[in-house]
């Protein structure tokens, strides 16, 4: 699985951004695409994630209710909305998949086997 991921960029609190990223490959029908992130300084976190057939999705306390992934099957891509950002929400993000996940681990970072380049978003207050 290979993923490309765009959008970010920089935003004013309280401002919206949408990331986007695309799968091309196997994907198969076990597929997990989420996004993590990483805070200057800080390890790579869970923001959300979504299964692709059921499109069930799990997000982070800290992101939830502000933020939605959501997805395009015809375009195999993942998108995360981010509303209302906050300073704290500046991070490089990632987007991950996995098609082998068990759903006691879909919010862990080193339960994904495919990564997409990272995208920065930075909120100034």
């Known amino acids: 699985v290979q993923l490309q991921a765009s959008g970010g960029g920089l935003a004013q609190a309280g401002d919206s951004l949408r990331l986007s990223c695309t799968a091309s490959?196997?994907?198969?029908?076990?597929?997990?695409m989420g996004w993590f992130r990483e805070p200057p300084g800080k390890e790579r976190e869970f923001v959300a994630t979504m299964n692709w057939s059921s499109g069930k999705t799990y997000y982070a306390d800290s992101v939830k209710d502000r933020f939605t992934i959501s997805k395009d099957n015809a375009k195999n891509t993942v998108y995360l909305q981010m509303n209302r950002l906050k300073p704290e929400d500046t991070a490089i993000y990632y987007c991950?998949?996995?098609?082998?996940?068990?759903?006691?681990?879909?919010?862990?970072?080193?339960?994904?086997?495919?990564w997409g380049q990272g995208t920065q978003v930075t909120v100034s207050s």
């Open positions: 490959g196997r994907t198969g029908s076990r597929l997990f």
């Open positions: 991950a998949a996995d098609t082998t996940l068990i759903l006691s681990s879909v919010r862990q970072v080193n339960a994904y086997d495919y």
